[in-house]
């Protein structure tokens, strides 16, 4: 298994795709790993070498002592960009990999072509809110928020009509590390990101969807208003919308590449 060796941590990636094409990297939201973009793979590989990664805390990755925050998750990308002697990459993150391409966008736009941000919003909730999950976590672990968050990332219609792809988002939750979830929960809690939206100067698509409850239409449209000449995307589809309206995000989001 390939894993790089980062100053605290030991992070695990995938390559797929021809090593002459473009480099794409696809950070994953909390609570999941690499598996979370297995159905971009195909599609992607075509056009690009397609890199992926577990977040700290996440999948086979380390899982160091929390609380973590996203300019240290933000970090660790450049850290194995490095490592992988990568000069510059387009970057795809969903949720709290959408808060990491913020973080990036306005820091390290140099090392970047284009941004896509998908379900993801400046400020997520607040602190009640995470505090109380964070707590649920602590008491008993990751069973004890399955279900409200599988309600959140898949709507009713597509669970009942795809038993298969729902099971294996299912089990990619239930098997998250309860420390590196419990770490990363606070990352996401005190993120703030709406005083650097006007310093993201790449090209950025912003993606949605319609049933969004954690990141709505209307946070997106925050970003996209805010971020200079980002492009606003609408899927049918709740917080996975990668997952949910693969063939759409797909579609939308290499289109928005290869312009």
């Not at 490592?83 to 990036?104: K, T």
């Not at 310093?199 to 970003?223: E, F, K, M, N, R």
Request: proline share 5%; glycine share 6%; aromatic share 10%.
């Amino acid at each position: 298994m390939p894993f790089a060796n980062l100053p605290d941590l030991k992070m695990y990636y995938e390559w797929m795709g021809a090593e002459s094409s473009p480099v794409m990297v696809f950070s994953n939201g909390l609570g999941t790993n690499v598996r979370m973009w297995d159905g971009q793979l195909e599609s992607f590989s075509h056009h690009f070498r397609v890199l992926r990664y577990d977040v700290r805390g996440h999948g086979r990755s380390t899982v160091t002592p929390g609380p973590y925050t996203i300019a240290q998750l933000s970090w660790d990308l450049i850290q194995l960009m490095d490592f992988l002697r990568l000069d510059r990459v387009h970057f795809c993150g969903l949720s709290m990999g959408g808060m990491v391409g913020m973080f990036l966008g306005a820091n390290t736009a140099n090392r970047f072509h284009k941004f896509a941000l998908s379900n993801t919003a400046s400020k997520f909730g607040d602190e009640d809110m995470w505090n109380k999950r964070m707590q649920s976590v602590r008491s008993g672990g990751m069973k004890a928020v399955v279900s409200s968050v599988l309600d959140r990332w898949l709507t009713p219609n597509f669970r009942s009509a795809h038993p298969t792809e729902t099971q294996a988002v299912l089990s990619m939750l239930e098997r998250a590390n309860p420390d590196g979830y419990i770490a990363a929960c606070a990352a996401v809690r005190d993120t703030d990101h709406r005083n650097i939206l006007k310093d993201i100067h790449s090209p950025t698509l912003v993606l949605t969807g319609t049933h969004d409850p954690a990141a709505t239409p209307a946070a997106s449209q925050v970003l996209t208003r805010s971020i200079p000449g980002a492009v606003y995307v609408e899927l049918p589809a709740s917080h996975l919308s990668n997952v949910e309206a693969r063939d759409q995000f797909n579609e939308q989001v290499l289109d928005f590449l290869l312009a």
